[in-house]
């Protein structure tokens, strides 16, 4: 049985920083794409970041420049490191992973991320 577990949410001050990790277990994590969305109330949830098991990586235009993808293929684990957060960024985070070529999609609880003053 796959596991996914997020941590690393909070309250951070505009500019600040957060980096939200995320544990993959239960399978070979390397042969995992994974990927960081979020999802505000009453929206759809959106892709922030992904990364494949040979590190290629994806973001959101919104995040180009200011958010960090990586993973750590022998502690099973993904990352998101964000940088110079903004209100906006402000969202519950999920960790996602499914196994690369199809299968069953994999979803964490969310870690709540709050930008504010």
């Known amino acids: 049985q796959v596991q996914v577990v997020e941590s690393g949410g909070g309250l951070v001050q505009p500019g600040g920083s957060l980096r939200l990790s995320c544990v993959v277990s239960?399978?070979?994590?390397?042969?995992?794409?994974t990927a960081w969305y979020l999802q505000v109330p009453g929206k759809q949830r959106k892709l922030v970041a992904g990364i494949a098991a040979d590190d290629s990586t994806t973001y959101a235009d919104s995040v180009k420049g200011r958010f960090t993808v990586s993973r750590d293929n022998a502690e099973n684990m993904v990352f998101l490191q964000m940088n110079n957060l903004k209100p906006e960024d402000t969202a519950e985070y999920y960790c996602?992973?499914?196994?690369?070529?199809?299968?069953?999609?994999?979803w964490g609880k969310g870690t709540l991320v709050t930008v504010s003053s």
């Open positions: 996602y992973a499914v196994r690369h070529g199809g299968g069953l999609e994999y």
């Open positions: 239960g399978d070979i994590f390397s042969l995992y794409y």
